[in-house]
């Protein structure tokens, strides 16, 4: 197995596409495949972070939802880092971007 996970593969007859349920026992898979990754060309790599970040902005309305100081003045209060994001309606992992962010203005 990879960290992509492996792909369960069922070879069903068009009698059986026609039965198939959501959710229905298919039984043993006929074969696992291994993930294969899904790669973004280079071409294409700038187009997909814009559309990444044009969905946060418009998500956020543009603005940052936590600062280094908001978050310092919680941590203080002896919040948890989960606690935070919660308070502030952001993913644990958004959080721990706007760390990497901050960190890395402090370096400059």
């Known amino acids: 197995m990879n ?6 593969v069922w070879v069903l007859t068009p009698e059986q596409m ?13 074969r696992i495949e291994e993930a ?3 790669m973004i060309s280079p071409i294409n790599r700038e187009k997909h972070r814009r559309r990444i970040a044009n969905g946060v902005k418009t998500r956020t309305k543009g603005r940052t ?3 280094e100081h908001l978050y310092k003045k919680d941590r203080a209060a002896g919040m948890s880092d989960q606690e935070i994001a919660e308070k502030y309606k952001i993913k644990l992992s958004t959080l721990r971007h706007y760390q ?9």
């Open 100 to 108: 990497s962010l901050w960190r890395k203005q402090k370096a400059k």
């Open 18 to 30: 026609a039965a198939y349920k959501p959710g229905m026992d298919l039984g043993t898979p006929h």
């Open 3 to 8: 960290i992509h996970g492996d792909v369960k």
């Open 36 to 38: 294969r990754r899904i």
């Open 65 to 67: 939802l936590i600062n």
